[in-house]
């Protein structure tokens, strides 16, 4: 992997300008040594971890200006949500964060940020165009707030897909041509859990609602309606619940916390799981079967709407010589061969619209089983939704509660709605 010399060059100019004019900017040398920026993620060695050590030490290893001291937030985007709350609220925030596209309305609202285009124009003349060149412009317009106002510029990217574990679906006669919708992933979950030792079926109970709105937009219906406000409890969203629980209940599907069925599945006790292309590097360096993949499905009669996955980076910084370091360090993040490391290292699909000059990334893409699944879905993808308000942390874990609630035998017809309109109540 090679950086950008000018970049450096240039960043490091403007660094050392602002280290003489922000004595809070930089270290305890005063100025005298590098600047130090926090970069908080939720990714765990199974999913990216590893390579946000590896990219965060490149980086640094790369030049003197800068150094980024990367720490990992347990819970996912929520985890990472709650612990900025407590951050900021001491004075201590970090730099850059990767927020959660399902969290990027409540952040905004919440919280203090810095658009990256500010940045540029004002330190990096020569990056004016840097963004509008970089993405696709559906992918960028997923960091842009409901007020117009660009959030964060996207970095993890990515789509639910149901895994295979093909000698489970070989045993059991399942052709995985046949998983199109979702009635037909049910027949041969019952059909595994008959002929098989396994069970049929995981979909993953992430700290979040990201699989149940995959299957709620995919049978028709909506998280969040067209006014803004919750409309999950719809027919078609009591309908999807609805066939989630059922089949729990008929034991062909496990309902079991996300690291448990996750490993469950990668160990070989289950035949398919529903979980993020994320997952890719985790099911094919720790399991022993042949792993494959196909789209996520729809139900019969409908179109799947797959809410993207992952999240941007959004920069937090307050003080100029940090916003700056902030810059560098995601422009680096950004060169196609680092962009190869974190797809090949974690699976999310590739945010931007030059990283397949890598040319091993190209034919990762086009050849390996599991992408392909991700890679055509890619114009299925849909928002995550981003509840609005102050309440978007609450209202995702009240998501979260009911599908547990619903998973462990609570009526539907009671519950979902009752949600809804908790929901409803405080984003008003």
């Known amino acids: 992997m090679k950086l950008n010399k000018k970049l450096f060059l240039l960043g490091a100019a403007a660094l050392s300008l602002a280290a003489c004019g922000n004595s809070g900017s930089a270290d305890s040398s005063n100025g005298d040594g590098p600047i130090t920026i926090e970069y908080w993620h939720p990714n765990a060695d199974t999913q990216g971890g590893q390579a946000v050590t590896e990219l965060v030490e490149e980086f640094n290893a790369s030049q003197d200006k800068i150094v980024v001291e990367a720490t990992f937030n347990e819970g996912m985007y929520q985890g990472l949500m709650q612990n900025l709350q407590t951050a900021v609220a001491s004075g201590d925030a970090p730099a850059l964060v990767q927020i959660g596209w399902s969290y990027r309305e409540y952040f905004a609202n919440n919280f203090e940020y810095t658009e990256p285009q500010t940045v540029i124009e004002e330190y990096f003349p020569d990056d004016a165009e840097y963004l509008s060149t970089k993405f696709a412009e559906n992918i960028f317009a997923l960091g842009t707030g409901n007020d117009g106002r660009q959030v964060g510029t996207p970095y993890s990217l990515s789509v639910p897909v149901l895994y295979l574990n093909m000698d489970i679906l070989n045993e059991a006669g399942v052709n995985p041509d046949d998983l199109t919708t979702w009635e037909a992933v049910e027949e041969a979950a019952k059909t595994i859990s ?135 360090f995601m422009k680096f993040l950004y060169e196609p061969d680092n962009v190869a490391t974190w797809t090949e290292s974690t699976g999310y699909v590739p945010e931007t619209a030059d990283a397949t000059e890598n040319a091993e990334l190209d034919k990762l893409l086009n050849e390996d089983p599991i992408f392909s699944a991700a890679n055509s879905s890619l114009d299925k993808m849909v928002p995550w939704a981003p509840f609005p308000g102050n309440s978007g942390l609450e209202a995702e874990q009240m998501l979260i509660d009911l599908r547990d609630r619903i998973l462990g035998g609570a009526d539907v017809e009671t519950e979902v709605p009752a949600t809804q309109d908790d929901i409803n109540a405080l984003i008003d």
């Open 194 to 328: 008959e002929k098989t030792d396994a069970d049929g079926l995981y979909i993953a109970e992430h700290a979040d609602n990201w699989n149940i709105q995959a299957m709620i937009e995919s049978n028709g219906g909506k998280v969040i309606g067209e006014d803004g406000k919750a409309a999950f409890a719809e027919q078609a969203g009591l309908d999807t619940y609805t066939f989630y629980q059922d089949m729990v209940n008929d034991g062909v599907a496990l309902h079991a916390p996300n690291d448990q069925g996750q490993q469950a599945f990668i160990s070989g006790q289950v035949g398919m799981a529903h979980m993020t292309i994320a997952q890719r590097s985790n099911v094919t360096s720790n399991s022993t079967f042949e792993a494959a993949a196909v789209a996520s499905p729809a139900f019969e009669g409908q179109e799947a709407n797959l809410p993207a996955g992952g999240s941007m980076l959004v920069m937090t910084a307050e003080e100029e010589a940090e916003q700056q370091a902030a810059w560098t």
